[in-house]
């Protein structure tokens, strides 16, 4: 089963809106991390945040992590058509090293 | 510094052909992950390995499916007589000593005809 589920599956937004994405997970996790995949190509990681932090900001990035629930945000600032791409939550948990995906975010900035 | 190297970028095989896909993790990676992704969906882990050993297989069809990291030389993600369903890109991940600097190649894309 999914460690992570990201909603919404699709989410299409004029150029310089927000894009607001979320992950939850089930298991206790060591870090969560995000990923970029454009169409047809590898993952970019985006940006990493720890089990015991609760906000992380990387340029136009923010990510919150609130592990009472589970879940995870990803917020695009001031998007752009370059943004366009799928995203995805992936975990590390236990003493695993394996990374653990969600089944991503499509999203689409409409320039 | 290179990054992740994943060849061939496509392959295409008939059933019941063998594919190899190989992986050169980035300098100074010691360990090594596979990944597979079908259409419109996320990755599921199939195998973790360091150099000549296993590590984590848990993800690994039962049959037809090895991998190896030997001492010299590239990860190689072996698939034999393969079938339709095998047809998805297959990426590799590298990462050093701690767990968060993973780096993902830009994948394989097998197509089984």
């Known amino acids: 089963s999914q460690q992570g589920e990201e909603d919404p599956q699709a989410l299409s937004i004029q150029e310089g809106e927000n894009a607001t994405m979320n992950c939850s997970y089930k298991t206790s996790i060591n870090n969560l991390q995000w990923y970029r995949q454009n169409s047809g190509r590898g993952l970019v990681h985006l940006i990493l945040?720890?089990?015991?932090?609760r906000e992380k900001h990387s340029g136009r990035l923010r990510v919150t992590l609130d592990t009472s629930k589970k879940s995870s945000s990803l917020l695009i600032t001031a998007s752009r058509a370059a943004d366009t791409a799928s995203y995805f939550c992936a975990t590390v948990s236990g003493s695993a090293r394996q990374l653990t995906f969600g089944s991503g975010t499509q999203l689409t900035v409409l320039p | 510094n290179a990054g992740v190297m994943q060849n061939p970028r496509h392959l295409v095989r008939r059933r019941g052909q063998e594919a190899r896909l190989r992986c050169s993790p980035m300098k100074g990676h010691s360990h090594v992950y596979w990944y597979r992704q079908l259409p419109e969906e996320g990755l599921k882990f199939m195998v973790y390995?360091?150099?000549?050993?296993?590590?984590?297989e848990s993800g690994m069809p039962k049959e037809r499916f090895s991998a190896e990291f030997p001492k010299e030389g590239p990860s190689i993600l072996r698939i034999q007589q393969v079938v339709r369903g095998d047809s998805a890109a297959y990426f590799c991940?590298?990462?050093?000593?701690?767990?968060?600097?993973?780096?993902f190649g830009s994948g394989t894309r097998l197509t089984v005809v």
């Open positions: 390995l360091q150099k000549e050993n296993i590590i984590d």
């Open positions: 945040i720890r089990s015991n932090e």
């Open positions: 991940a590298s990462s050093g000593a701690d767990n968060y600097g993973y780096t």
